[in-house]
């Protein structure tokens, strides 16, 4: 099976921290994504990365980075935390191109600015 | 833009009937479909995947895909309460993209 690992469950960080966010994936896949979902918002992508070093931007990248040194790892960094951007985050990864194949996903981190 | 769209429900079922789950998608040139069940507070988990017009069943699923219609169904036969999830539909939406886009789910209760 598919195992998409995230850092933390829950995380409680103050506003103007910087946050990392750490995801691994052991099936070698070559796409990684960080979405966020609020209710009533669905699921929203904020970064994601086909290959090594590479990244693009989703659909609410503003207040994020990302990271992808290694093909199993994507970090992704609040670079000064608010209150706005507590939520689920959820790591995903899926093989192939052309977004044919289905995403798996991680637990989720339970992130509180306060 | 491209979209794909879920009626949010909540839908509600009695336990042992089949639910109903359905998608539209607004791109034409979609090719890959994807059923999530996603339980309060967790993350969500791929139950069905579907690539070809027609039924895909898996146990008590069925996926079904009409590509003329371009919608995109998901069946539940003999629901339990342990069913009840926000189901999300995620669809290929236009060429070339590598992330499939997600409807913001329907809400299935199944009733004892």
């Known amino acids: 099976d598919v195992k998409v690992t995230q850092s933390s469950r829950y995380l409680v960080k103050r506003t103007g921290e910087k946050v990392f966010l750490e995801c691994v994936q052991d099936?070698?896949?070559?796409?990684m994504f960080w979405y966020r979902q609020d209710p009533g918002l669905g699921l929203r992508l904020i970064y994601f990365s086909y290959d090594v070093k590479m990244k693009e931007k989703g659909d609410i990248p503003e207040g994020y980075s990302v990271s992808r040194e290694k093909k199993e790892r994507f970090s992704l960094i609040l670079e000064s935390a608010s209150t706005n951007q507590t939520s689920m985050y959820l790591c995903?990864?899926?093989w192939g191109t052309g977004g044919e194949r289905p995403q798996h996903f991680g637990d989720g981190t339970r992130l509180s600015i306060l | 833009q491209k979209e794909v769209e879920q009626n949010s429900g909540p839908l509600s079922v009695p336990e042992g009937a089949i639910a109903s789950l359905n998608c539209t998608y607004s791109d034409r040139g979609s090719q890959s479909f994807f059923w999530y069940r996603q339980y309060s507070g967790k993350s969500p988990e791929l139950i069905m995947f579907?690539?070809?017009?027609g039924d895909k069943e898996d146990g008590r699923f069925t996926a079904q895909l009409n590509k003329a219609s371009q919608y995109v169904s998901l069946l539940i036969r003999d629901s339990q309460p342990s069913d009840s999830a926000t189901y999300l539909c995620a669809g290929r939406v236009g060429g070339g993209s590598y992330i499939p886009t997600f409807g913001r789910g329907t809400s299935l209760i199944v009733h004892p």
């Open positions: 995903a990864s899926s």
């Open positions: 579907i690539y070809s017009n």
């Open positions: 099936m070698d896949h070559e796409n």
